[in-house]
């Protein structure tokens, strides 16, 4: 296991909801269980698949985690869109056969939504994790979009560099968090925003959200 820079360089406009996202474990996971036919949009809570992704597996007063960072990146700028979509009752296409149909626009495929979109301009983002760098790099390779609304293009990457590198950023930086972190196993909490999060993946299990000390990484490396 080595120390490394994870660098995504982006082709079109990151969508994201918050400055953390999206975390490289949770990223990494997905990967290989989509390699293997086993990603779900709809996944089950109560079979969840722990993937055995190439990065260390750290111990912090007994609670586990992967040894990876948030991204850092540089906003060049940063605007927010809105993404809609509204049930035609005019359309023409539609055959309602001869009973008049009831069309439910609060929920399945004709749900209808008016939702803000966040979308940031960068070129790249960095993760600091502690891994094998060939089996890291094999993972990312076919990933050719990250964060929201992928199928509209997007956080479009062009290319993928991991290179090892002489320190261990993936927990601290200068003696500061690179990523969220529990603050129940923290000393030092000084300086620190804190929210609910979810720290370790899958982060939509409830018993992977706890209030968390977070780490302010939205900035030039340099």
């Known amino acids: 296991m080595k ?17 953390w996202s999206p975390m490289l474990d949770g990223l990494l996971q997905w990967l290989w269980l989509d390699a ?3 990603a779900s949009a709809n996944p089950d809570p109560n079979n969840v698949i722990q993937a055995p992704i190439p ?8 609670k586990e985690f992967w040894a990876c960072s948030a991204p ?5 700028s940063e605007q927010k869109i809105r ?3 509204r049930w035609d009752y005019q359309d023409r296409h539609c055959n309602w056969g001869k009973k008049k149909a009831a069309v439910n626009t609060s929920a399945g495929t004709t749900k209808s939504y008016d939702l803000p979109l966040r979308l940031i301009e960068t070129p790249r983002l960095d ?3 502690v891994g094998d760098r060939d089996a890291v790099l094999d993972l990312l390779i076919p990933c ?3 964060g929201k609304k992928r199928s509209q293009g997007k956080g479009q990457v062009y290319c993928w560099e991991v290179q090892e590198v002489e320190e261990d950023w993936s927990l601290y930086r200068n003696g500061r968090l690179t990523r969220p972190f529990p603050a129940e196993l923290l000393d030092d909490l000084s300086g620190y925003d804190f929210m609910l999060w979810g720290w370790n993946p899958p982060v939509w299990l409830p018993e992977n959200k706890t209030v968390c000390a977070m780490s302010r990484n939205v900035a030039c490396l340099t």
């Open 127 to 129: 993760w600091f994790a």
């Open 83 to 85: 993404y809609r979509k």
């Open 36 to 38: 293997r036919g086993l």
């Open 55 to 62: 990065l260390r597996r750290d111990n912090l007063k007994g």
């Open 3 to 19: 120390n490394l820079q994870i660098t995504a360089y982006l082709a079109t406009p990151l969508s994201v909801s918050d400055n």
């Open 72 to 76: 850092f990146y540089q906003s060049l």
């Open 144 to 146: 050719q979009n990250i």
